[in-house]
């Protein structure tokens, strides 16, 4: 055997000693360790912060859900009102319509769905805030501004046979502020509001 092909095959060897070695490192060891500090330091987050009630699973945190009148896909006057979405607790359903802000068809739908929301909650179309009308970008997002909760007050409070005080103290409490007092906007999420509005209701 010449000089030559014994270089190639001692290169072909080292490069296949390489490729194993970082196939292991890579694709074996590294994401076992990144899932299980993962799970150790972030067990709930890395599980996709899930939420349970009554000891079943119930939703997520980080994925908004539809609250209609069960069997139908009309929206339930006893609930807080989720932003627009054609998701429905479903991660795979991301995306928005990628309708420009001029294009007709998302003008009409939003103007829909601001008169729907103006009738459902008994207020003019005018204090009816953006994110009650518009989805977000990803079509998942579970909150809400508080100006869109504040608006859902008076029915909730009328359909659960609770007070307006009782159900704004509610909305306060779940409202959470800018990430490091400037990131973001207010929020409100639907499904820890929702689930603390049932308990309520049901004491």
Known sequence: MNTSVRNTIRLLWGALRALLVLTVATGVLYPLAVTGIAQAAFHDKANGSK???????????????????????????????????????????????????????????VRKAREQVAAFNDVPA????????????????????????????PRVARANHLTQAQVTKLVHEHTEGRDAGFLGEPRV????LNLSLRHLAEH
């Open 126 to 153: 005018a204090k009816v805030p953006a994110d009650a009308a518009t989805g977000s970008a990803s079509a998942v997002d579970p909150d809400i501004s508080p100006a869109y909760a504040d608006i859902q007050i």
């Open 189 to 192: 999420n639907v499904l820890e």
């Open 51 to 109: 939420v349970r009630a009554e000891g079943r699973e119930v939703g997520s945190r980080l994925i908004g859900q539809k609250w209609n009148i069960p069997g139908t896909d009309r929206p339930d006057p006893k609930w807080f009102q989720p932003r627009p979405s054609n998701s429905d607790y479903d991660p795979l359903a991301t995306g928005s319509s990628q309708l420009g802000a001029s294009d007709e068809r998302l003008v009409k739908a």
